[in-house]
């Protein structure tokens, strides 16, 4: 179909074509490929095309910007006029739960914290689907609702939804199952696209770079920051953009009910090392871009103390609650919907833990149903993974290296994924010849606009 945008006209192959091609898109074939694909004039495969184009041609940094920007005005452009209004955004990862504690967190400390975030993508599990393991949670609220809750409790969480950047919703569940998710472009033009539209003064952004990521090594991961940081200066945003550590699971859960439960432990004080260390390190991040600490430092110090005096747990349960979740599980974990088989896997010698095959656990876990193969595949809430040791770990023949919870039927799947794990997913190294990588690798801040203080 020729479709007319201002006097120019255009077919989805004609476009699909000139960027299989190695061609530059001008702004008004990206807006109108947009456009098209919003109001359904564009089908799924014509998107899923465009997509494989891009992600092998790549888009300079003008296409980006065109590309952002067309998806971002896809639906509402919130303007929360507050600089206490502060988001965080992960470019996903492998047990990556921090949205759960660090909002929270920062919310209790008085920063506002509107998160649009998005479902599993790849191998890497999502917030709206992890969230949505508590029952009644609702991450589809309209606009009104969503300013709403943020004006009552200061903080709420949703996934893109029809109103609020709509674009991304239809291309991050296309690029979920086909291949296209690993490109600088895509993923500064999600990402961005859903962050711009919640109209937040600045965003906390966490890069998660190494073997479980997208961006996969650090050159990679410093690629998608310039992206990143040239958009929010655009747009006058104060970022502090961080390069994490992606080679082994952060904390020890990985599978959407037992992440949550997690979380809720690191709230409640009990989390793991890791965990915790991240998430106060990025909240301390919301609370200096929101003008609430003198530093970074003094933010991630107040983030320590709202975990430990109880009140981002308490601010947790509140936004639980005000969105229609059953906040029992909070306190109950029977209530969660976990898988009840249990099969564990243990260490086939002595040695060290020298290295994790991070993206091969994050597909064995989608295998399970923890994420989808198909766009419109249900997620099962209760399978996954619990770890017992980390990278560098001493380990005895014999020790429990993980639990892998999932069901009845599973069985032969599981005896499958535990020999992958014994053989090739879980490295044990007679001595330690390795260097544990850092969790945090650089951090950056940049003002667009002077501190909010
Ligand atoms: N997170 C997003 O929102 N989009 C991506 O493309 C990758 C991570």
Known sequence: MSQDLGVELYTASEIIAKKRDGKELTENEIKWFIKNLENKNIADYQAAAFLMAVFIRGLNAKET?????????????????????????????????????????????GVVVP????????????????????QGFNTSLGTQEFLALLKD???????????????????YSL?????????????????????????TSGLVLDIKTGQGAFMNTKARAKELKESIL?????????????????????????????????????????????????????????????????????????SLEAIKNGSAFKKFVEMIEAQGGDSRLLYDYDLF??????????????????GFD????GFSCVALGGGRLKTNDKIDFGVG???????????????????????DHQIQQVEEIKQKFEQKMIKITKTKVFKVPPLIYETKVVWSKPHAK
């Open 65 to 109: 910007a065109y590309l952002t920007d067309a998806m971002l005005y896809s639906g509402d452009v919130l303007d929360l006029i507050d600089a206490k209004a502060i988001d965080k955004h992960s470019t996903g990862g492998v047990g990556d739960k921090t949205s759960f504690i660090l909002a929270p967190i920062a919310a209790s400390l």
């Open 115 to 134: 998160m649009i975030a998005g479902r599993g993508l790849g191998h890497t599990g999502g917030t709206v689907d992890k969230i949505e393991s508590i």
């Open 153 to 171: 409790k200061g903080i709420a969480m949703i996934g893109q939804t029809a109103q609020i950047a709509p674009a991304d919703k239809l291309l």
């Open 175 to 199: 690029r979920d199952v086909t291949a296209t998710i690993d490109s600088v472009p895509l993923i500064t033009a999600s990402i961005m696209s859903k962050k711009l539209a919640e109209g």
């Open 230 to 302: 040239e958009t929010a200066s655009r747009f006058g945003k104060n970022m502090m953009v961080t390069i994490t550590d992606m080679n082994q699971p952060l904390g020890n859960a990985v599978g959407n009910s037992l992440e949550i439960i997690e979380s809720l432990e690191t709230l409640k004080g009990n989390g793991p090392k890791d965990l915790t260390e991240l998430s106060a390190f990025l909240a301390g991040g919301m609370v200096y871009l929101a003008g609430l600490a003198k530093s970074h430092k003094q933010g991630i110090k107040m």
């Open 337 to 354: 919907p976990l898988a009840r088989q249990k099969t564990e896997v243990l260490a086939l010698e002595n040695g060290y833990i020298s």
């Open 358 to 361: 991070n993206k091969e656990i």
């Open 385 to 407: 993974f619990i770890f017992h040791a980390k990278l560098g770990s001493k380990v005895k023949k014999g020790q429990k290296l993980l639990t892998i919870f999932h069901h």
